[in-house]
């Protein structure tokens, strides 16, 4: 059985940090890119990042380039997402997914076969 199970999530206060981790169980893990992805409250869940396969690319959504890494480690079967000086607008559920890695990564949530529950980050003062 497939399971993406995320971690790390939060209340945090605005210019704070957190690590948010994915561990998945049931699937090769090099054998797929990684994405994450957020929902806030009253809107539409967005795509704001993902790395191949190989590890040797990621990519953000442009808005987030430089506060957010990504990191993976397929020995330990995880994925983690670095997100540094927090905003309040990055409150929302974070979710990570699994895209089989036929053609690398994608910003298209359809493109994504497994997905985990989801870990609240709240950011306020």
């Known amino acids: 059985q497939v399971q993406l199970v995320e971690s790390g999530g939060g209340f945090v206060q605005p210019g704070g940090s957190l690590r948010l981790s994915c561990a998945t169980s049931?699937?090769?893990?090099?054998?797929?890119?990684i994405g994450w992805f957020r929902q806030a409250p009253g809107k539409e869940r967005e795509w704001i990042s993902c790395?191949?396969?190989?590890?040797?690319?990621?990519y953000f959504v442009n808005s987030l380039e430089g506060r957010f890494t990504i990191s993976r480690d397929d020995s330990k079967r995880a994925v983690h997402l670095q997100i540094n000086t927090l905003q309040p607008e990055d409150t929302a559920v974070y979710y990570c997914?699994?895209?089989?890695?036929?053609?690398?990564?994608?910003?298209?949530?359809?493109?994504?076969?497994?997905w985990g529950q989801g870990t609240q980050v709240t950011v306020s003062s």
């Open positions: 049931g699937v090769t893990l090099a054998n797929f890119a």
């Open positions: 997914a699994a895209k089989p890695a036929g053609r690398g990564c994608s910003n298209s949530d359809n493109q994504y076969a497994y």
């Open positions: 790395i191949t396969r190989s590890g040797d690319t990621a």
